[in-house]
């Protein structure tokens, strides 16, 4: 199975306007970004280890 590593054009689009929202934050409000993010990862990782197991 070939898996894509790279970003497609709208993933790059939109990780530039992330790191441009990023800038105007605060430490404080960096750690919470990125904490929130991992957060969603691990969601988003369970959700896919669970469907993988349903297939």
């Known amino acids: 199975m070939d898996i ?3 970003l497609n054009l709208e993933q790059e689009f939109n ?7 990023v800038k105007e934050l605060s430490p404080e409000e960096s750690q919470e970004f990125l904490l929130e993010v991992l ?13 993988l197991k349903q297939a």
């Open 15 to 21: 990780l530039k306007v992330y790191r441009d929202q």
């Open 39 to 51: 957060r969603q990862l691990m969601v988003k990782d369970n959700m896919i280890k669970h469907l």
């Open 4 to 6: 894509p590593m790279g």
